[in-house]
């Protein structure tokens, strides 16, 4: 499967932006879906995910601010952000795997967030 992300862009601290991963060449509901991100000079880190189903999951300094979610109708999944904070800014990247306890094995090319404040 190819994973297309987009939706990034400069806001200001506060503000949000909904991010979309469009995939195409696979049967993207079979999928496992995944947020993850890499600020500057830093680690990537695991944002959210979600299952088949939509069973979602996600890490504390984006709970009750970011929703994961997907339109398997779409081939799309999404990443809504709200009350952006200086800190969430990084490259934001989405996943695909096959397996709920395998490795991410499919990327997407990454899409840049900037909040400033």
């Known amino acids: 499967v190819q994973l297309q992300a987009s939706g990034g862009g400069l806001v200001q601290a506060g503000d949000s932006l909904r991010l979309s991963c469009a995939a195409s060449?696979?049967?993207?509901?079979?999928?496992?879906m995944g947020w993850f991100r890499q600020a500057p000079g830093k680690e990537r880190e695991f944002v959210a995910s979600i299952s088949r189903t939509g069973s979602s999951y996600h890490t504390d300094s984006v709970k009750g601010r970011f929703t994961i979610s997907r339109d398997n109708a779409k081939n799309t999944v999404y990443l809504q952000m709200n009350s952006l904070k200086p800190e969430d800014t990084a490259v934001y990247y989405c996943?695909?795997?096959?397996?709920?306890?395998?490795?991410?094995?499919?990327w997407g090319q990454g899409t840049q967030v900037t909040v400033s404040s």
């Open positions: 996943a695909g795997k096959t397996k709920v306890y395998g490795e991410y094995g499919y």
């Open positions: 060449g696979g049967t993207f509901s079979s999928y496992y």
